[in-house]
């Protein structure tokens, strides 16, 4: 188990120890307000505990701090043990010293005492280890889930798409080889992308180029029915997005914009930043009223959103729109660059 993957979270952060000491604080409340004998709160012995259950906090998760590391290599049981020891052995430090400076010459009440904070110690940061047990295994199970949708959507090539694609370059190939063979490279980079499910975020640049291989297939199929708009701002090549996100909101454009009328339509792909968020908008012909199109459009609007909940939680947002009979879907991504990786072969 590397430190990453570890159950607790890292206390070296200023935000987990925050909460650890408010969360500590309003303990010591509770136990204030149990412990006044008259009015609301017995503000001294808030004062006292208070004073007493932050430093032990703070010098607890400073020490689970430096010994992460090595925590983080052993089991669960043995790690739970580790942390128990740290925390029971720096209250029982704090008050030795703290009963030393009240009562200079402690009795049997003062060790019973330091034996009551002793289980009480016990008790919470047992509770509080299997709460953060409890998160890790939400969370592991969570990313699990955002696997299965990607697996599950990089698998969704539709197998129409398939068959229409193999009938378009079976008939090329007698009239235009070269034509037929670019073909056949466009649906072979389609089909690795499906099969590559280690990455989790890629680069703007090769989705885009993933949506134009895509593209140049349906362009020879649907000819003069299909018109494209690109609208790409300058300097979002390494813009990080989950992969396979942008690709199926074209698709959906086409099986469900295009495909189904006559005269087809035009589909615009755009993407721009604005502050710290970039923007990508997929717009099409409204599509027609079809249960079965829209249940497709829809689950896979869902899939997509869950993934980016998951990837980067709040600030990313996938919404649709209809206005003056054109369907928009955008795409809001916080601005972030993706490593880099070995870029695909791009069209000429």
């Known amino acids: 188990m590397t430190a990453s993957e570890f159950f607790v979270p890292d206390l070296c952060r200023v935000r987990a120890v925050f909460l650890l000491l408010v969360t500590s604080e309003l303990l010591v409340l509770v136990l204030a307000i149990v412990q006044a004998e008259a009015g609301w709160i017995d503000w001294n012995y808030f004062g006292l505990l208070s004073l007493f ?9 400073a020490l689970i701090c430096l010994l992460r590391s090595r925590l983080a290599r052993m089991s669960i049981a043995r790690a739970t043990l580790g942390i128990v020891a740290i925390v029971l ?18 009795g049997v009440a003062v060790w019973q005492g330091i034996a009551k904070k002793q289980l009480l110690a016990l008790m919470i940061v047992l509770m509080v280890l299997r709460y953060f047990y409890l998160q890790h295994q939400w969370q592991q199970q969570r990313e699990a889930e955002m696997q299965a ?10 197998p129409h798409f398939l068959f229409n694609s193999m009938n378009t370059i079976a008939s090329l190939i007698a009239i235009n080889p070269d034509q037929a063979e670019e073909a056949v490279l466009d649906l072979s980079e389609l089909f690795r992308a499906s099969l590559r499910t ?9 989705e885009l180029d993933l949506c134009k291989r895509y593209l140049a297939i349906e362009s020879l199929r649907l000819g003069d029915r299909l018109t494209l708009e690109w609208a790409i701002q300058p300097g979002l090549e390494q813009q990080a997005i989950p992969p396979l996100t942008l690709q199926p909101l074209v698709e959906n454009a086409i099986y469900h914009g295009i ?19 970039v923007y990508l908008m997929v717009q099409n012909p409204k599509p027609d009223h079809n249960n079965r199109q829209h249940e497709g459009n829809r689950m896979a609007l869902a899939n997509i959103r869950s993934r980016l909940q998951a990837l980067f939680g709040e600030p990313a947002v996938l919404k649709q729109s209809h206005q003056n009979d054109i369907y928009t879907v955008t795409l809001r991504l916080p601005k972030q660059s993706a490593n880099a990786q070995p870029a695909s072969r791009k069209r000429t």
Do not use: K
């Open 53 to 61: 259950v932050q430093w032990t906090t703070l010098t607890s998760a």
């Open 149 to 158: 949708h990607l697996t599950a959507l990089q698998a969704r090539i539709q």
């Open 198 to 206: 280690g990455d989790q975020l890629i680069p703007l640049s090769r």
């Open 89 to 106: 052995l720096d209250v029982l430090a704090f008050s030795l010293f703290a009963d030393s400076v009240l009562h200079p010459q402690p």
């Open 259 to 277: 495909q189904p009328r006559p005269d087809g339509g035009i589909v615009r792909i755009e993407a721009q930043t604005r502050g710290n968020f």
